[in-house]
């Protein structure tokens, strides 16, 4: 197996790091491809923190090196690979410098622990087995379920353990440290409304909890947060799975997945998103 990612790519260089679970791949060449061509190499030999962090292996993982473009359009098409292997490292996420794209919403919750983080993080006991399934199945599919632990009596104690659930899920996420907002919306419609609405902050949140008092249907198209919702078929939805959000625990949605709530629209829910102090969202 071999992981790793192209980060960066100019017209006269590339970045990123690659890894093994097989073998220790520090030290080796790595070489750069344009459409089957070589246009430069260099060894993986740079430290990354993030990388030792996660455990993989000493961090030691990191290449930068030169590369020769027959045209500056082609740094989009670079591939990395170690030199004696047939997989390779495409470009996903990478950043091409000096090339314009469509800006993406700056979403706060939008960026997750990598899967290799995930494990790293299990195996040493840093997160319980079901933080570690939150995270994967919120990774792979982009919703997730929460049961809350048993409420006590009172509609104030049920409302804290749901504040303090929420606010666990956006730290569990990554964003220690953010505050937690809350929207209530009493059909399907006021939701629609505010995630179009680019002013209104469940807009920019990059994950949405969702909880109500009686039971609650959202159909979610799973993964699509991977992909653009413009490429889905239009009857994505339709086939999509059904997730049930009960009084007795939460559901959280990746804000760039394709879903909808589901009859009956008129039903009071609450939506929880991280959110920076000042209230408003960000990268």
């Known amino acids: 197996m071999l992981i790793g990612a192209v980060e960066a790519v100019t017209s006269e260089d590339v970045s990123g790091w690659i890894y093994s679970p097989l073998k ?49 359009a082609a740094a989009g098409r670079v591939v990395v690979s170690p030199e004696g292997c047939e997989a390779i490292i495409m470009q996903r996420t990478s950043k091409i410098v000096g090339e314009e794209r469509p800006e993406e919403p700056a979403l706060v919750g ?22 570690s399934d939150l995270l994967t199945s919120f990774s792979d599919f982009g919703v997730a379920a929460w049961p809350m632990q048993a409420a006590r009596s009172g509609a104030g104690d049920r409302t804290a353990a749901r504040e303090e659930a929420a606010s666990s899920i956006v730290q569990l996420c990554g964003m220690a440290g953010r505050q937690v907002g809350r929207a209530e919306f ?11 609405d680019e002013d209104h902050p469940v807009s920019q949140a990059g994950l949405l909890v969702f ?16 992909t653009s919702k413009g490429k889905l078929i239009a009857d994505a939805l339709d086939r999509g799975i059904r997730y049930a959000v009960e009084p007795t625990g939460l559901l959280v949605v990746h804000r760039l997945c394709a879903f909808r709530l589901e009859q009956p629209h008129a039903r009071q829910f609450t939506v929880h998103y991280p959110r920076d102090a000042a209230g408003r969202a960000q990268d």
Not at 35 to 62: I, N, P, T, Y
Not at 111 to 130: F, N, V, Y
């Open 211 to 226: 909880h109500a008092d009686r039971p609650l249907t959202l159909t979610v198209v799973e993964g699509s947060h991977r």
């Open 110 to 131: 939008g960026r997750l622990p990598a899967p290799e983080t995930i494990a790293w993080l299990r195996k040493r006991q840093a997160i319980s087995k079901d933080e």
């Open 24 to 72: 220790d791949l520090h030290g080796t060449m790595a070489l750069a491809y344009v459409d089957g061509a070589c246009v430069g190499s260099g060894r993986v030999e740079h430290f990354r923190q993030d990388l030792a962090d996660a455990g993989l292996s000493h961090g030691k993982l990191g290449f930068h090196f030169p590369v020769a473009l027959p045209e500056e």
């Open 186 to 196: 009493s059909n399907a419609r006021d939701l629609a409304a505010a995630l179009d």
